[in-house]
């Protein structure tokens, strides 16, 4: 025992952390429950997480972002599919800036379309919007206007992936 009553690591201490803390000077970004396609659609029902949380050091989110954002502007989620292969491996965590829910210019987007949620590439064309998938596999279309809900604006894509 140390002076203060605690145990030694070496006698099956447990140093506890209260899961919502966040140490200073990091910033915690939570992933959104369900994923978002990228291929077909996601129905997000009961999908269980592999990453449910991230805790970013300021420093470094400056750096990728250039600034650091307000809490709950920049959400996280899971991509599932192959559509966007080879810029987005189905597992990626996509970082998705919540304040963008309007088209910012041919980029990529997490979106909504007649009820599934997609990660995918909007392209402004003479005749509409498309969107667009990176695997030429998944061709692109054009919906109605009134079918597609701009959810964010993706950012950053993170993976786990074999060396």
């Given at each position: 025992e140390t002076g203060k009553g605690e145990k030694r690591i070496s006698e099956g201490a447990v140093?506890?952390?209260?899961?919502?803390?966040?140490?200073?000077?990091y910033v915690r970004f939570d992933v959104f429950e369900g994923g978002a396609g990228m291929?077909?659609?996601?129905?997000n029902d009961d999908y269980p997480e592999v990453v449910q949380t991230i805790e970013v050091a300021e420093w470094e989110v400056r750096r990728k972002l250039g600034y650091l954002p307000r809490p709950g502007r920049i959400q996280l989620i899971t991509g599932r599919g192959p559509s966007m292969r080879p810029k987005l491996e189905d597992g990626d965590i996509i970082w998705i800036d919540t304040s963008v829910d309007y088209f910012d210019g041919d980029d990529y987007y997490l979106i909504n379309v007649g009820g599934e949620t997609q990660i995918k590439m909007l392209q402004k064309r003479g005749d509409g919007l498309w969107v667009v998938s990176v695997n030429t596999d998944f061709p692109a279309y054009r919906p109605d206007a009134e079918e597609v809900t701009i959810l964010g604006k993706a950012l950053i894509h993170a993976g786990l992936r074999k060396f």
């Open positions: 140093a506890s952390v209260s899961e919502i803390e966040t140490r200073p000077g291929g077909i659609g996601v129905v």
